[in-house]
């Protein structure tokens, strides 16, 4: 689920997606993030490095993440 708020796709186990029905956008990651829901019309964002390892995935390197297309069309704005 990509997080409005910190842009990064967070892992959220079904449980979590479950008890969260309802509610106000809000949901726990693996990684302990609290999620706030982004439109289902957001591009995939970069994983979060922490669900990713929560979940058994590689982990990858800290090269070039520049993202796809979109990103680099319509860049996000600096806080």
Sequence with gaps: MTCAVD??????SDAAFLAA????????ALCEATV??????SPPASR????????GEA???TGDRRGGLWSRLVPRASA
Aim: proline letters at 3%.
């Design 7 to 12: 842009g990064a796709d967070h892992a959220v």
């Design 21 to 28: 029905q309802g509610g106000d956008g809000r949901f726990e």
């Design 36 to 41: 706030w829901a982004s439109s289902l019309s």
């Design 48 to 55: 979060c490095p922490s669900c990713a390892s929560a979940t």
């Design 59 to 61: 982990v990858a390197g």
